[in-house]
């Protein structure tokens, strides 16, 4: 005892701490892995059985992921399986209680199921409303992610089962509505465990392509059970995700899908799809000839009204006769010249009237005037007058004593004369 106890502690304490000179024994790391699986919880899964067999007391099945290439084989008690009211078959969906079990003899690892129960068709609706209400919350419906699909696609891209009635719908009808509309198809499984990673793989293709301007998921209706894949949490925020408009178009009218939500437009079949995401060519037509006529309708009354408004300016008579402007402006300038001529002409008559009478007066006033009317103008022949004084001219009779020379102005001329004395006036 004492040896085996001093081996013991020689023995590496990890599994990193061993090697080729110090190895663990086999029965030591058969007892860790079991210690360890052993303190793993049970956990409930969900998966579809695939096989099922039954041997004696024990039972052994299958079961498969119900959105991915995986399954995992499991034993179960048949006590277990006989308390479910409905014998379970291959096909069955179920939720399953595991717990991971290592047989320590063998090294084999197996899954016990503790627990085991169908999924029912309620169960699935209660589950798909519970996602459709956390999905909500998250505001990935909201009318205000929704894009707006062109009205006139250049390319559509379609994800669509495998040969199947819902391709020939879309492309038949949207082919009648539209002769040149152009398709990129992908075609995938729009059910079963792999139809959710082919539709998000065709989608994320078809979102990355340059020239597809809207993509179509359609699928031609069918059970709730073959529906599932469009109710996955992992496509529907794919599909919230693509930047592309995203039309679903699952034939299903009494369970919807949550991809009718999440999508940016839910059309009720492939049918409805072909017709809301291209137009009808002969409408178009016809809206396009509608148009051009009232177009047509326009110009004319356009024309018309500017016609009437040019008639109605040339009428004018400032358009009608532009020369009537000039004419008018023309006779005021001559009317204005004649009234400065009168004016300047009557002030030139009134001036030399004035002239005249002015004249008149001064020769009324003019000496030459007095001796006409037989005035004479008597003046000194020699004045002797003192510097300074004007005496010349006789204005009183003692400037003319007896014997002074004179000289006699009249109207005629002059004449000498000697003064033979005056007598000064009474007055004086």
């Given at each position: 005892?004492p ?5 013991a502690t020689?023995?590496p304490a ?5 090697s080729p000179d110090?190895p663990?024994p086999?029965q ?5 892995l ?6 793993a919880?049970s ?7 695939i096989?099922?067999?039954?041997r004696?007391?024990n039972?052994?099945?299958?079961l498969r992921d119900i959105?991915?290439?995986i ?5 179960v008690?048949?006590?277990v399986?006989d308390r479910?009211?409905?014998?379970l ?9 595991l ?6 003899k ?7 199921v503790?627990?085991i129960r169908p999924?029912?068709l ?5 589950r798909i ?6 999905l ?10 929704k894009?707006?699909l062109p009205?006139l ?5 379609l994800?669509t089962?495998?040969?199947?009635d819902?391709?020939k ?11 040149a ?6 075609e ?6 792999t ?7 065709a989608l ?7 020239e ?7 699928r ?6 073959d529906?599932?894949?469009?109710s996955n949490e ?5 599909v919230a995700?693509a ?9 299903h009218?009494?369970d919807r899908p949550?991809?009718?939500d999440v999508?940016?437009?839910r059309?009720?079949t492939?049918t409805d799809?072909?017709?809301?995401i291209?137009p009808?060519?002969?409408?178009e037509l016809?809206?396009v000839r509608?148009?051009r006529d009232?177009l047509?309708r326009?110009v004319?009354?356009l024309v018309e009204?500017e016609?009437?408004r ?9 358009l009608?006769?532009?020369?009537v402007?000039?004419?008018q402006r023309?006779d005021d300038?001559e ?16 001036a030399?009237d004035?002239l005249v009478h002015?004249k008149?007066?001064v020769r ?9 009317r037989?005035y004479?103008v008597?003046?000194l ?5 003192a510097?300074?004084t004007?005496r010349?001219?006789?204005r009183?009779p003692?400037?003319?004593p ?16 000697q003064s ?9």
């Amino acid at each position: 005892m004492p040896e085996e106890a001093a081996a013991a502690t020689t023995l590496p304490a990890t599994a990193a701490q061993t090697s080729p000179d110090n190895p663990w024994p086999l029965q030591l790391l058969s007892q860790k892995l079991k210690m360890h699986i052993d303190r793993a919880p049970s956990a409930w899964v969900e998966g579809q059985v695939i096989e099922l067999n039954r041997r004696g007391s024990n039972a052994y099945l299958t079961l498969r992921d119900i959105d991915a290439e995986i399954s995992l084989p499991a034993s179960v008690w048949t006590t277990v399986l006989d308390r479910q009211d409905a014998p379970l078959e291959r096909g069955s969906r179920v939720v399953a209680l595991l717990k991971a079990e290592f047989w320590l003899k063998t090294g084999r690892l197996n899954m016990s199921v503790k627990d085991i129960r169908p999924v029912g068709l309620g169960d699935l609706l209660a589950r798909i409303e519970r996602l459709r209400q956390a999905l909500a919350a998250e505001g990935l419906f909201a009318d205000s992610r929704k894009k707006r699909l062109p009205l006139l696609p250049h390319r559509i891209g379609l994800i669509t089962g495998r040969d199947s009635d819902a391709k020939k719908d879309v492309l038949r009808n949207a082919a009648l509505r539209w002769p040149a509309v152009e398709f990129e198809i992908r075609e995938v499984a729009v059910q079963g465990n792999t139809a959710v990673a082919q539709v998000i793989a065709a989608l994320r293709e078809l979102d990355a392509h340059p020239e597809v301007d809207v993509i179509v998921i359609a699928r031609g209706g069918g059970a709730l059970e073959d529906l599932l894949p469009f109710s996955n949490e992992e496509l529907i925020r794919a599909v919230a995700d693509a930047s592309t408009p995203v039309v679903s178009a699952i034939g299903h009218e009494a369970d919807r899908p949550i991809l009718d939500d999440v999508a940016d437009l839910r059309a009720s079949t492939p049918t409805d799809a072909a017709k809301r995401i291209v137009p009808d060519v002969v409408e178009e037509l016809a809206r396009v000839r509608q148009a051009r006529d009232q177009l047509r309708r326009g110009v004319v009354r356009l024309v018309e009204r500017e016609g009437d408004r040019l008639a109605s300016l040339r009428s004018r008579p400032v358009l009608l006769s532009p020369d009537v402007m000039i004419t008018q402006r023309h006779d005021d300038v001559e009317r204005l010249k004649l009234r400065s001529h009168s004016a300047i002409s009557t002030a030139v008559v009134r001036a030399a009237d004035q002239l005249v009478h002015l004249k008149a007066q001064v020769r009324a006033l003019s000496p030459q005037k007095t001796l006409d009317r037989g005035y004479a103008v008597v003046q000194l022949a020699d004045a002797g007058a003192a510097p300074g004084t004007r005496r010349d001219v006789v204005r009183h009779p003692s400037q003319a004593p007896a014997g002074t020379d004179l000289t006699v102005r009249v109207a005629g001329g002059r004449f000498s004369a000697q003064s033979t004395g005056g007598q000064v006036p009474a007055e004086e």
